[in-house]
Nanobody
Framework: QVRLVEQGGGLVQAGGSLTLSCTAS????????MGWFRQAPGKEREAVAA????????WYANSAKGRFTISRDRAENTVNLQMSNLTPEDTAVYYC????????????WGRGTQVTVSS
């Protein structure tokens, strides 16, 4: 199973920006997808964005549209999530995910990185 490692979480003020990165432990094939989920305290885990490794096709949750951008670097086996205009409601643990069956993918999970948005 692919191992995923996230980087880039932290504390940011409302209205600010933050970029998360996730690196996969091995070469990814075109049939693979990568994504981001998040879980806020007391809430269920939810999908945020996803990207097809081969085509670059993307998907966003309604809460992320217009503010978040997911991208991939195939040479580095890395997926990024650029987040802007952050609000306290974006505070959560963000998880990188990967897989080739589901969309958004959920076969492999990173350990998560905390994002905290202060008001």
């Amino acid at each position: 199973q692919v191992r995923l490692v996230e980087q880039g979480g932290g504390l940011v003020q409302a209205g600010g920006s933050l970029t998360l990165s996730c690196t996969a432990s091995e070469r990814l094939y075109s049939s693979y997808s990568m994504g981001w989920f998040r879980q806020a305290p007391g809430k269920e885990r939810e999908a945020v964005a996803a990207i097809r490794w081969g085509t670059g096709r993307t998907w966003y949750a309604n809460s992320a549209k217009g503010r978040f951008t997911i991208s991939r670097d195939r040479a580095e086996n890395t997926v990024n999530l650029q987040m802007s205009n952050l609000t306290p409601e974006d505070t959560a643990v963000y998880y990188c995910t990967g897989g080739s069956r589901d969309w958004p993918p959920r076969e492999s999970w990173g350990r998560g990185t905390q994002v905290t948005v202060s008001s």
